[in-house]
């Protein structure tokens, strides 16, 4: 459902007045708090950024993060949010984006199906394995990356988003492929296994703000701290 709200209209006015009465007792007084609001897709969200959060909140216990999972997508103009992460795309005009990584897309599933893939090619993979898609991205993307000669993928089970995608895979459900970065802590803990040696190219992850708000001093701390946590990230998944 869309919404007619002027982006410059009251709302926005009032957004803006409470950042500003917020910000300024943050920077002015010591015991002063401010907030952030923070969207992001779940499977980004969940697996990559919320296992981070504590160190933000020490390293900056005056701001407050509201922050909404989600994979709808939401307008940083007048609407209450802060900060997106996103995954790909260009920033609408008004908006200014800040890369934090290029992801690569790896093949992975539970260890025991995973390991069924060893030795085998990305063509004899999809041919004789239990896939699992959704749109960030897709098997047949993989594939045409590695071995363009190859014909469509068929996959058993379709996914809306990648999170529930990815959730199905630590079941056993099916092999997907995933930005690495996003798994890295499931591969870590050895939920997911990766089924092939073999990357295909993937999208840049980037935060988003609003032109209006990218100055706020609260907004810059976390985009410092979020490109901090970003070049701490492995660039490999073992």
Same mark, same amino acid.
């Given at each position: 459902?869309?919404?007619?709200?002027?982006?410059? =209209?009251?709302?926005?006015?009032?957004?803006?007045?409470?950042?500003?009465?917020?910000?300024?007792?943050?920077?002015?007084?010591?015991?002063?708090?401010?907030?952030?609001?923070?969207?992001?897709?779940?499977?980004?969200?969940?697996?990559?950024?919320?296992?981070?959060?504590?160190?933000?909140?020490?390293?900056?216990?005056? /701001?407050?993060?509201? /922050?909404?999972?989600?994979?709808?997508?939401?307008?940083?103009?007048?609407?209450?949010?802060?900060?997106?992460?996103?995954?790909?795309?260009?920033?609408?005009?008004?908006?200014?984006?800040?890369?934090?990584?290029?992801?690569?897309?790896?093949?992975?599933?539970?260890?025991?199906?995973?390991?069924?893939?060893?030795?085998?090619?990305?063509?004899?993979?999809?041919?004789?394995?239990?896939? /699992?898609?959704?749109?960030?991205?897709?098997?047949? =993307?993989?594939?045409?990356?590695?071995?363009?000669?190859?014909?469509?993928?068929?996959?058993?089970?379709?996914?809306?988003?990648?999170?529930?995608?990815?959730?199905?895979?630590?079941?056993?459900?099916?092999?997907?492929?995933?930005?690495?970065?996003?798994?890295?802590?499931?591969?870590?803990?050895?939920?997911?296994?990766?089924?092939?040696?073999?990357?295909?190219?993937?999208?840049?992850?980037?935060?988003?703000?609003?032109?209006?708000?990218?100055?706020?001093?609260?907004?810059?701390a976390f985009l410092h701290w979020l490109a901090d946590e970003a070049g701490a990230a492995p660039a490999r998944s073992a």
């Amino acid at each position: 459902m869309g919404s007619t709200r002027n982006d410059e =209209g009251p709302f926005a006015t009032v957004q803006d007045f409470v950042h500003r009465l917020r910000d300024g007792l943050y920077e002015r007084f010591p015991l002063g708090r401010t907030q952030l609001r923070i969207t992001a897709s779940q499977a980004l969200g969940r697996l990559w950024l919320a296992p981070r959060l504590q160190r933000f909140t020490q390293r900056h216990p005056r /701001i407050d993060l509201v /922050i909404t999972s989600t994979e709808q997508f939401q307008s940083l103009r007048g609407g209450g949010l802060d900060v997106a992460l996103r995954y790909g795309g260009a920033p609408a005009e008004g908006l200014v984006s800040r890369p934090l990584w290029t992801d690569r897309h790896v093949a992975v599933g539970a260890p025991a199906l995973a390991r069924r893939a060893d030795g085998l090619s990305p063509a004899a993979i999809v041919k004789s394995l239990p896939l /699992i898609d959704h749109p960030v991205s897709s098997w047949s =993307g993989w594939l045409a990356a590695l071995a363009p000669d190859e014909g469509p993928v068929r996959a058993r089970l379709q996914c809306s988003d990648l999170h529930l995608a990815i959730e199905a895979a630590c079941l056993g459900l099916g092999l997907v492929i995933v930005p690495a970065r996003v798994v890295h802590e499931l591969l870590a803990r050895r939920v997911l296994r990766l089924a092939s040696p073999h990357a295909g190219p993937g999208k840049a992850y980037q935060a988003v703000v609003s032109v209006e708000q990218a100055q706020r001093a609260p907004v810059q701390a976390f985009l410092h701290w979020l490109a901090d946590e970003a070049g701490a990230a492995p660039a490999r998944s073992a």
